[in-house]
């Protein structure tokens, strides 16, 4: 009987559960090592007896290409892993809870060491990258994954983190002294699908991080390492991505990562993006995580290999579009500042992506217009930069943005840029060059009011042309009718002869010194004028007869045009009928309710800017009742006045009209 406290052979293996799994694992394993050596022992012997001495110069060996490395792993995992026995592994953890049911971490020993003595193919590629996403866990039986799964949930989550963290440090020391296999791999990936809260502990996160940044310059154990990082459940993409931005992107961000790192990271980042663009998911990038992935891309002196670097630039739109995308009228107004400030130091091709982005912003929210007149006054040669983009792209940018809110922006910054009254302010050449940008444009927009007024004027212009036609048309004649009676009886007004004869003797007045002196511009002038008489009369006479045509054609004129709205009126009569449908119908409802919606954001900004004008107009009234209180009623018009004025009229006119003669005359006389 061994004495107490003896802590070698049987009774330490009694009272140690890891100790006995270690020597069933010893016995399991001890009967096919032995036949392995002698197998091994005689087939060296047999080589040695038989084969000839290799010669010293030989033909070089061919390389075995990618492809075919491949379909060899595969096929020799698979041939393992297909003598796993369900029965016997099963057999086996139900012996050992019996013994030990109690420590759970013996029964994933055990799991490991089964998976330890069948699966002993070594891995080729330490990041995976030839094979799917799944390998090699796919390539496990349907029974086995389930029969894990089932273990894995009787276990306690402290139990779990702790075995993950221990095969986690086998691994890497594996891959470290190169005798890594697959079976680390595949226990993994199954506490990783099965149980993601060990995956993701803190312990866990932990652990990881310490491993990572002490392999940093051991590239195989780094990809190892990072192959283990991103192994989340295929449908959390938002984890993914957070995993990269917080764990991978900083890598690349170092000095020390070297080529077959950044290869598998970038990789990484391109399954994401393209399970994102296959998936409907909303997801997110912060701030934060978008301005260091853009920085990196930028960088000048940063680590990344050119391939590398081009290929992140072709995934800066496909990474943007996830920023942007979510809530882009309330999200974007937290890219525009950093975007604006990064302007001024940004290279030629960045300044591009940043002048794209910056309109972007514009475009999607509101906010950004107050946000860059706030940030003008600190940042005006960033601003000077995005508004000669505006200024050179006019036709294009102003296609969607919104012309209200630049249109207030521009006049924001002209009313910073001028200089105010009494005061001689000396502008920089930057100042001075948005200042002329801000008034070209804001020329270019417009008023709205003068839209409005022109609008008005055609109208009116439209309606009285009319009337007069049928008043001419209904009398028969001009001087017969309404409107030429009227003419008539202002004509004969004493005013208005008192007008025409002044104005008849100026005309003659100039007609004679035009004929003296400049005969030949004046029968350039009579030749133009006779030209547009012309053409005006003949568009009189044809838009009479036109009108009095459809005068006398009105009846039919009317059934045709009835017959036209019948027909037309059936049409989307039928359309709609065959579109009522009910979910069309409720795509109707739905739609309705949007633009129900956008039509109160539009009342409330109509009464916003009516109130505005309505502002502007009693600010303008009152500045003209001033001007004409100053100029009119205080200070009295006079004839010294009137004469003053004539003579500046006068010496305008001479020295317009002599360089226009002078021109004429170089052009067609000299």
């Known amino acids: 009987m061994p004495k107490a406290g003896d802590d070698s052979g049987e009774n330490f293996a009694m009272s140690n559960p890891l100790m006995e799994h270690e020597n069933i694992f010893n016995l399991m394993s001890h009967s096919d090592k032995t036949a392995t050596e002698q197998d091994s022992s005689s087939d060296n012997k047999e080589n040695y007896i038989t084969k000839p001495r290799a010669a010293v110069k030989g033909k070089p060996k061919k390389k075995t290409s990618p492809t075919a490395v491949k379909k060899m792993d595969r096929e020799l995992l698979l041939a393992q892993l297909e003598q796993f026995d369900i029965t016997e592994l099963k057999q086996l953890i139900s012996d050992v809870k019996k013994k030990f049911p109690k420590h759970p971490l013996v029964w994933l020993k055990d799991v490991q060491s089964y998976f330890q003595m069948k699966v002993k193919a070594k891995e080729s590629d330490p990041g995976l990258l030839m094979y799917e996403c799944g390998y090699p866990y796919n390539m496990l039986a349907a029974e086995i994954q389930d029969f894990l799964c089932t273990l894995y949930s009787d276990i306690p989550d402290s139990v779990m983190t702790s075995f993950y963290i221990e095969c986690l440090n086998t691994f890497a020391r594996d891959v470290r002294t190169g005798t890594g296999g697959y079976h680390h791999r595949i226990l993994l990936q199954s506490m990783s699908l099965h149980c993601p809260k060990t995956n993701h502990s803190k312990a866990v996160t932990s652990e990881l991080k310490n491993l990572l940044d002490d392999s940093v310059t051991r590239t195989k154990e780094c990809v190892a390492l990072l192959w283990c990082l991103q192994m989340t459940p295929l449908n959390k993409l938002e984890t993914k991505l957070k995993v990269w931005f917080t764990w991978m992107l900083p890598l690349l961000q170092g000095k020390k990562t070297e080529k077959p790192v950044q290869d598998f990271i970038v990789r990484c980042l391109e399954d994401i993006v393209n399970e994102c663009g296959d998936s409907k998911q909303e997801l997110e990038i912060t701030p934060c995580d978008f301005f260091g992935y853009f920085d990196l891309v930028f960088t000048v002196n940063s680590n990344l290999y050119p391939h590398i670097q081009v290929l992140m630039i072709e995934m800066l739109d ?353």
């Open 318 to 670: 496909s990474i943007k579009s996830l920023s942007f995308a979510l809530t882009p009228d309330k999200r974007l107004r937290s890219f525009f500042p950093s975007l604006l400030i990064r302007l001024h130091a940004s290279g030629t091709s960045q300044k591009g992506y940043v002048l794209q982005y910056l309109v972007e912003c514009l475009q999607g929210d509101s906010q950004c217009w107050l946000l860059w007149q706030q940030m003008y006054s600190k940042h005006p040669t960033n601003s000077l930069i995005l508004l000669e983009h505006i200024h050179g792209n006019w036709k294009a940018v102003t296609k969607t943005l919104n012309k209200t809110a630049l249109k207030q922006t521009l006049d924001y910054l002209t009313m910073t840029l001028s200089p105010t009254s009494g005061k001689a302010v000396k502008l920089k050449d930057s100042q001075r060059r948005s200042l002329e940008l801000c008034t070209d444009m804001s020329h270019a927009l417009g008023s709205p009011v003068k839209a409005a007024f022109k609008l008005a004027l055609v109208v009116m212009l439209t309606l009285a042309t009319a009337y007069i036609l049928h008043d001419v048309k209904e009398f028969g004649s001009f001087k017969a009718s309404r409107t030429g009676r009227v003419c008539t009886t202002l004509l004969q007004h004493n005013a208005v002869k008192q007008s025409m004869a002044t104005a008849q003797k100026y005309g003659s007045t100039v007609h004679e010194y035009g004929m003296k002196h400049s005969p030949v511009l004046m029968e350039y002038f009579y030749t133009i004028c006779n030209s547009v008489s012309s053409t005006l009369t003949l568009f009189a006479l044809t838009a009479q007869t036109n009108f009095n045509y459809v005068l006398d054609n009105r009846v039919e004129i009317t059934e045709q045009v009835k017959n036209v709205t019948m027909e037309a009126a059936e049409t989307v009569y039928g359309t709609v009928t065959s579109l009522a449908r009910p979910e069309n119908v409720q795509w109707l409802e739905d739609t309705g309710l949007q633009y129900m919606a956008l039509g109160r954001v539009y009342v409330a900004q109509g009464a916003e800017y009516g109130a505005q004008g309505a502002q502007m107009a009693e600010e303008q009234f009152t500045l003209a009742k001033a001007y004409v209180t100053d100029n009119f009623i205080n200070d009295p018009v006079t004839v010294e006045r009137l004469k003053g004025w004539g003579l500046v009229a006068y010496e305008w006119a001479l020295v317009t009209y002599t360089d226009i003669y002078s021109k004429l005359y170089t052009t067609f006389v000299a």
